[in-house]
């Protein structure tokens, strides 16, 4: 993971995610504290899920899901100051995010996706379209996004993309790709 975070940060991500569902809080808290020492300013990090774990570990910010906090008890805990995301999956919850004081709301999954064991319904290109109607805040678009497809989602309406699986093999070569194809 750090040897990864450190060759997305050298190709130019200036944004990245912890997300761990399985480790307990005490190894989340050692490795994003790692995270957070290795990187340094270079890269603003997010925490997924966890208000507690995003403030001790000195994150730039929160991204919270359906079933997680509410974005307004995550935003009681993180403070004004850093950064709030909120995953949707559908019209009406991302109607429902935009009213919160979340600083980006994230829409997916826009394709099909291995990196979650129960994936919601595929929004589709469609889908990121109609969730740019729908708020003017920053839309992060998750879910199946590679190299090939990325271009495609920002004409959609995205204003980044989420990326997981198309980044695990070479990732700083990955990364360099990506940002030329969305460049």
């Known amino acids: 993971m ?3 975070a450190a060759e997305l940060a050298a190709a130019g991500c200036t944004l ?3 997300r761990n569902k399985s480790g307990s809080a005490r190894q989340m808290l050692d490795q994003a504290r790692d995270l957070r020492a290795r990187l340094g300013a270079s890269v603003k990090l997010i925490m997924n899920d966890r208000a507690d774990l995003c403030l001790a ?3 730039d910010g929160l991204h919270v899901g ?3 906090l509410s974005p307004e008890s995550a935003r009681k805990i993180i403070g004004p100051a850093r950064w709030l995301g909120v995953s949707t ?3 009406e919850q991302l109607a429902e995010a ?3 004081s979340a600083d980006y709301l994230a829409i997916g999954p826009v394709f099909g996706t291995t990196s979650k064991a129960n994936p919601d319904p595929v929004v589709g290109l469609a889908g990121v379209r109609r ?3 729908l708020t003017r805040k920053p839309l992060v678009a998750i879910g199946g996004i590679t190299r090939a497809n990325a271009r495609s989602v920002i004409e959609a309406g995205a204003d980044a993309v989420a990326v997981i699986s198309d ?3 070479d990732p700083r070569k990955s990364a360099e790709e990506f940002l030329r194809a969305l460049g």
């Open 2 to 4: 750090f040897a990864a």
């Open 57 to 59: 570990a000195g994150f």
């Open 98 to 100: 935009d009213r919160t």
């Open 131 to 133: 969730a740019r109607e």
């Open 89 to 91: 999956h559908n019209p």
């Open 167 to 169: 980044l695990l093999r």
């Open 16 to 18: 990245l995610q912890y």
């Open 66 to 68: 359906q079933d997680d």
